[in-house]
T-cell receptor, first 114, second 112 residues
Framework: GESVGLHLPTLSVQEGDNSIINCAYS??????FIWYKQESGKGPQFIID?????DKRQGQRVTVLLNKTVKHLSLQIAATQPGDSAVYFC?????????????FGKGTKLSVIP | NAGVTQTPKFQVLKTGQSMTLQCAQD?????MYWYRQDPGMGLRLIYY???????DKGEVPNGYNVSRLNKREFSLRLESAAPSQTSVYFC???????????FGPGTRLTVT
């Protein structure tokens, strides 16, 4: 809950601006990547996912970009709203196809300034 | 549909006490997971059940046991709680594989 945001990188954006949240992953064998949003006191909520055979995927107001060369994932949120304030986690499949395990990044706290 | 439910929401234990965290899902999912979340950190997988009748260790299984009671329910047991197990525990479920996991609201556990 409230403790999730402690010691996390924080991104502050003005309402209406676009947000970009970055994530570096460690496993070059990973074939599946996912972004979660976690509001204070709640469980993580799925936002969008992408497989390694793609480099971009779009959802409603969100876009995920994957750069396998540098093992980097980003989440872009268009026209950021106060309701987007939360901690955002990236995760990746731990050890390639067939694995049931995800490895989670430490998270980024997004604060939207009204 | 309630989705994923967890009980209890909060618990305080003394060192050495035992307890079971309950998780149930009503989405007919095959796979279920238990994670812990510590301040400033991402989630770490404790155990998972790929399908009814199977369980496997995750990244941090020591000090925990699990039971996949049926397709709907997956419980996590702490046999002898330690202060290092103070954390927020989340249960999640998926149709199959690690994709698009649906999370419960969490159990906040404090061990003194």
């Amino acid at each position: 809950g409230e403790s999730v945001g402690l010691h996390l990188p924080t991104l502050s954006v003005q309402e209406g601006d676009n947000s970009i949240i970055n994530c570096a992953y460690s496993n070059s064998a990973s074939d599946y990547f996912i972004w979660y949003k976690q509001e204070s006191g709640k469980g993580p909520q799925f936002i969008i996912d992408i497989r390694s055979n793609m480099d971009k995927r779009q959802g409603q107001r969100v876009t995920v970009l994957l750069n396998k060369t540098v093992k980097h994932l980003s989440l872009q949120i268009a026209a950021t709203q106060p309701g987007d304030s939360a901690v955002y986690f990236c995760a990746w499949r731990a050890s390639g196809a067939g694995s049931y395990q995800l490895t989670f990044g430490k998270g980024t706290k997004l604060s939207v300034i009204p | 549909n309630a989705g994923v439910t967890q009980t209890p929401k909060f618990q305080v234990l003394k060192t050495g006490q035992s307890m079971t965290l309950q998780c149930a899902q009503d989405m007919n999912h095959n796979s279920m997971y238990w994670y812990r979340q510590d301040p400033g950190m991402g989630l770490r997988l404790i155990y998972y059940s790929a399908s009814e009748g199977t369980t496997d260790k995750g990244e941090v299984p020591n000090g925990y046991n699990v039971s996949r009671l049926n397709k709907r329910e997956f419980s996590l047991r702490l046999e002898s709680a330690a202060p290092s197990q103070t954390s927020v525990y989340f249960c999640a479920s998926t149709w199959t594989g690690p994709y698009e996991q649906y999370f419960g609201p969490g159990t906040r556990l404090t061990v003194t």
